[in-house]
């Protein structure tokens, strides 16, 4: 098998894969520089690097880079080493970069308004596949979205029934009212989607949430919900909240651990207290605003 077809074809299925690449040989080993494996997130290898222990180790740390997504480069002494030899070992050394192959970040944006539209844009430049969904045709269009990967203009429910949002997947509710963004984010979070976010007022989201809890939604749920959505930089045009949202959306693509400067006051408390713990404050909260 061809392994660049190979790579291509997971991206498609939005599927995970690592690449190894031999980068540097000294001495004799036993492949040649520039070899290559790829290792699937099922487990299933094309190519090789010369097999052996050496391989068994790669394919170990190509699914840990799948994982944390980050690249690693390791290096082998076949010479010093008694475990490498397999019968295979040359004597020689080589260094081999393991490289993470992951899905296109696919961008769902519910809701086609002023802030969908500007949000698209950014976020198209920033790298994301952007599907618009939104219930009126005069607005979820081409015209409008002149270059996203799909749009879908239809009642809510019936869109959301046949998408099936991956762990790559990131999701921001920026529909035209309350009842539609409840309706989104009822389906949202029992999704495994990286990423959801919300747009809205303080009361609108701690109204939102004591509905769905009511429904019977664990407050868990709603731990990893980003509401009001996007990093808090003071953005008030519909400019200005598209590159918040987009900064955030690349913090979580990126894995970012350090704090930020998030708009949401529920999910800093969830992260110091627990999601048990907010939701019981919901109530005096809803007060204060």
């Known amino acids: 098998m061809d392994i ?6 997971l991206r498609q299925e939005g599927r995970r894969g690592a690449v190894a690449t031999i980068v540097n040989v000294r ?6 520089e520039t070899a290559k494996m790829l290792v699937r997130d099922d487990g299933s290898i094309v190519g090789t690097i010369g097999g052996g222990c050496v391989e068994a180790e790669i394919w170990q740390a190509a699914r840990e880079v799948m994982e944390s997504e980050k690249p690693r480069t390791l290096t082998f002494n076949l010479n010093q080493d008694p475990k490498y030899d397999t019968g295979l070992v040359c004597g020689g050394t080589l260094d081999v970069f393991v490289e993470p192959i992951l899905p296109p970040a696919l961008l769902y944006i ?20 952007v599907t618009v969904v939104d219930d009126r045709e005069a607005y979820a269009n081409r015209k409008r979205f002149p270059e996203a990967k799909e749009i879908i203009a239809e009642d809510f429910d019936r869109a ?6 991956n762990e790559s997947a990131y999701l921001v509710i920026v529909t035209r009212g ?4 409840m309706r989104v984010l009822r ?9 959801i976010g919300m747009i809205g007022s303080k009361r609108k989201t701690i109204t939102i949430f004591r509905e769905l809890t009511k429904e019977g939604l664990s407050a868990e749920l709603f731990e990893r919900v980003h ?5 808090d930089i003071g953005a008030i045009t519909p400019e200005e909240i598209a590159v918040a949202i987009t900064a955030e959306l690349i913090a979580a693509r990126r ?10 006051w529920f999910y800093s408390r969830t992260r110091e207290t627990g999601a048990l713990a907010a939701a019981k404050t919901l109530e005096k909260s809803e007060k204060e605003v």
């Open 160 to 165: 959301m029934a046949r998408l099936t949002p």
């Open 110 to 129: 519910f809701g086609a308004g002023h802030v969908s539209v500007n949000l698209y844009k950014v976020a198209r430049n920033a790298g994301f596949d």
């Open 227 to 231: 509401a009001p959505v996007g990093l």
């Open 4 to 9: 660049y077809e190979e790579i291509v074809k």
């Open 255 to 264: 894995h970012v651990q350090r704090d930020l400067p998030h708009m949401s």
């Open 27 to 32: 001495g004799s080993i036993p492949s040649f």
């Open 187 to 195: 389906w949202a979070v029992q999704t495994p989607a990286r990423y």
């Open 178 to 181: 309350h009842r539609d963004d």
